[in-house]
Nanobody, 127 residues
Framework: QAQLVESGGGLVQAGGSLRLSCATS????????MGWFRQAPGKEREFVAA????????AYADSVKGRFTISRDNVKNTVYLQMNSLKPEDTAAYYC????????????????????WGQGTQVTVSS
């Protein structure tokens, strides 16, 4: 069973930064896309960012463009989400996801297409 383990969440003031990490472990699987989603209390889970495991293609939600950066380390099998200029509305549980499917750019935004999920890490931004 492939496992995704997130870390790096916490409490930060508005305008601050956090870096989330997601490491893969367990049964080896061929990763094509890894992504980050988030879910705030009372809201549906939403796409944040995703990255192809090969090449340079990335995708971002409009709400985080210019503030968040997704990157990967293929040797460590880890994906990162650098979050700058955080806002109170960024407060949510952040989930790492991975898929062995080759997704189109549009598919990268769709949570149902990801097979593997982490347990989530809480990010709280105070005003």
């Amino acid at each position: 069973q492939a496992q995704l383990v997130e870390s790096g969440g916490g409490l930060v003031q508005a305008g601050g930064s956090l870096r989330l990490s997601c490491a893969t472990s367990g049964r080896a699987f061929s990763t094509n896309v890894m992504g980050w989603f988030r879910q705030a209390p009372g809201k549906e889970r939403e796409f944040v960012a995703a990255i192809r495991w090969s090449g340079t293609l990335t995708a971002y939600a409009d709400s985080v463009k210019g503030r968040f950066t997704i990157s990967r380390d293929n040797v460590k099998n880890t994906v990162y989400l650098q979050m700058n200029s955080l806002k109170p509305e960024d407060t949510a549980a952040y989930y790492c996801a991975a898929t062995s499917r080759y997704l189109s750019t549009a598919g990268m935004y769709t949570d149902a297409l990801y097979e593997y999920w982490g347990q989530g890490t809480q990010v709280t931004v105070s005003s």
